[in-house]
Each structure stands twice: as structure tokens, then as C-alpha cells.
């Protein structure tokens, strides 16, 4: 209660004619005029008071929307996390594979086939969901969505910072980071010992 306007009056009206009904002496004359100004002041107050408690009910509504829809958008985070995980691996399968040549097995290449099947479904499944995959590698370098592992000096023709390797790609959920993708830096300038 540290806000005057929270403070009630000292004396309302009401107590001064009481108190004057009481013969006790009042504190101020008691001419109508004086009477209409105590009462406005305390009409006066009690409209600020209604009106900053109006103004604090809106801004409790307006965090408590802003919290559940936060709430809404990244309560599976942790799920998120763990699911990129497991798409990464599935990257890491593939890759693993050997390169694709004239005349390889055809069971070789049925389940090269499936397994890319299977990565571009699951790719369309986080994405209905709100997890991207952002690739990092000829992009500038980004704090927010990178962490650099390694710095290399910049080949010819390759502006310093820009992403050289990208062992990982960027996550998102909705916009936020879920995993920040592991990059090889250009490096900046010489470097003197």
C-alpha cells in the first residue's frame, strides 16, 4: 500500500457528518460546497484505484495468453529434441551408404530408395510440426543458429565467417533453436603470432 491513491481519505464525508452528529467539533467547515469537493476527491480516487486495477487485470490476461501460447508451441521441446536426434542418425545411415554406381546390387539400391523414402516422410512429419531443418554450409556464419567447432583459413573467393562445413544442420522448433548446427568456420583476416 505504498501508493497514495491506494490510501483511503483521511476523513470521508460520511465521517464528517457523522462526527458532526456527534457534536464532536469538525475538522473543516461543512458547507456544501466543501462537502460536493471532499465526496469528488474520493469519486476521484476510487476511479483511479478502479482504473489501475483494470489496467493490471489486462496485463495478467495479456502474459497468461502470451504463457499458454509459449506453453502450446514448445511444450514438446524435449520430445523435438530427441526426435531431431533420431532423424539425424537417420541422415548419418544414409550417408554411410556407398555411393550410388552403375551396376550396384539392386538390393542396394532399393534400400538406398526406402531409406531416402523414409527420411523425406519423416522430414514432412517434423515439418507439419513446426521443426525445420536449416542447412548451414555456404551461409554466413549465424550465433543463433551455429556453433562453430573449427576455424579453417578462408579459400580463395570465400568471405571470412562464412560456414565452410556443416557436420549437423540447424533445428527449429517454431522458430526457436533446438539444436544449433556444428560448423567449420572461413576464418578472418591473417593471423600473426
Do not use: C
Not at 78 to 100: C, H, I, M, S, T
Not at 134 to 144: K, L, M, N, S, W
Amino acid at each position: 500500500m505504498s501508493d497514495p491513491a491506494e490510501t483511503p481519505p483521511e476523513t470521508t464525508a460520511a465521517e464528517q457528518t457523522n462526527a458532526a452528529q456527534d457534536g464532536a467539533a469538525p475538522a473543516t467547515e461543512h458547507t456544501p460546497e466543501a462537502r460536493i469537493a471532499a465526496l469528488e476527491a474520493e469519486v476521484t480516487q476510487f476511479r483511479d484505484r478502479w482504473l489501475r486495477a483494470e489496467a493490471e487485470m489486462q496485463n495478467l490476461r495479456s502474459r497468461t495468453q502470451r504463457e499458454v501460447t509459449d506453453a502450446r508451441q514448445y511444450a514438446i521441446q524435449k520430445f523435438a529434441g530427441d526426435v531431431v536426434e533420431a532423424a539425424q542418425n537417420l541422415r548419418r545411415g544414409l550417408d554411410a551408404l556407398p555411393v550410388k554406381a552403375e551396376g550396384e546390387p539392386e538390393l542396394l539400391t532399393k534400400l538406398r530408395e526406402g531409406f531416402e523414402g523414409v527420411e523425406r516422410s519423416f522430414l514432412g512429419i517434423l515439418e507439419r510440426h513446426g521443426i525445420a531443418r536449416t542447412e548451414a554450409q555456404g551461409q554466413p556464419f549465424d550465433p543463433e543458429l551455429h556453433q562453430a567447432m573449427a576455424e579453417q583459413p578462408a579459400p580463395q573467393g570465400v568471405a571470412p565467417g562464412t560456414v565452410l562445413q556443416a557436420w549437423t544442420p540447424a533445428w527449429t522448433l517454431n522458430g526457436r533453436l533446438l539444436k544449433p548446427a556444428m560448423v567449420v568456420v572461413a576464418a578472418g583476416g591473417s593471423r600473426t603470432a
